[in-house]
């Protein structure tokens, strides 16, 4: 078994022998590896989608450090052939936020690395150059987590945006895959705006709130192919 994670690196221990870069995509340019590799990202992802849906969904658990760096991806052989199934895992966890209340869930601990975190989050962050540390602006008021984890929703659609623009030039972008790919990080990076008032009065008058689909919603749009 092979190993390595979603950033552009190599993989570890006999990766270079085995798959010649040890990297999970094939860096050639011909239409028909390229359509490959779409293919193989959309089966990648889906499988990350449902693991984070279940993280989220199932056992109420706020990753709160996605990237690229941190999803594993192991290789396995498909039998005697050359073809390998790609296995993603989620790691580290030390910033890990259980919420059972079935509510948003405040806490002071700033997450995510700044490409990965949120808009909303990331305003209201500050930098302490005494203690050369992250806080945020309203502390001792800690950050209200959303009982929808979408914080981690972003941060696996800019995760999904990061892998696409890195490896743009070795993937069929007109493929069903790509395109699916490339449509649902822009949703899950994006903020849709819902009425947190019934009030009919004209802007600035209206009051909105950020909100994002959640893992939940996501899947009942993902069928892995």
């Known amino acids: 078994m092979i190993e390595t994670d979603l950033s552009e690196g190599k993989g570890e221990g ?5 798959k010649g870069k040890g990297d999970f995509i094939t860096k050639k340019e011909d239409p028909q590896t390229k359509t490959k590799n779409s293919e193989k990202l959309y089966l990648l992802f889906g499988k990350v989608i449902i ?15 996605i990237r690229p760096e941190n999803i594993m991806i192991k290789f396995n052989r498909i039998g005697d052939s050359s073809d390998v199934d790609l296995e993603p895992e989620i790691m580290n966890f030390d910033l890990m936020l259980e919420n059972n209340s079935g509510q948003d869930l405040f806490d002071p601990t700033v997450r995510y690395q700044f490409d990965y975190r ?8 500050a930098y302490s ?4 540390t992250y806080y ?16 981690d929703v972003y941060a696996l659609g800019k995760t999904i945006r990061t892998v696409l623009t890195t490896y743009e030039k070795y993937l069929d972008t007109q493929f069903y895959g790509y395109k699916f790919l ?3 990080s822009d949703g899950m990076t994006s903020s849709r ?5 019934p009030q009919k009065s004209t802007p600035p008058g209206m009051t909105y709130k950020k909100i994002r689909p959640n893992m939940k919603a996501l899947l009942k749009s993902f069928t892995l192919a």
């Open 14 to 18: 006999k990766a270079e022998e085995e």
């Open 51 to 65: 693991s984070i849906a279940e993280l989220n969904g199932k056992l109420k658990i706020l990753h709160g450090d």
């Open 118 to 125: 949120s808009p909303e989050m990331s305003e209201k962050i």
């Open 129 to 132: 150059s005494s203690s050369r």
């Open 136 to 151: 945020f602006k309203s502390d001792p008021l800690p950050f209200k987590f959303s009982q929808d984890f979408v914080e």
């Open 182 to 184: 490339n449509s649902i």
């Open 193 to 197: 705006f819902h009425l947190s008032s």
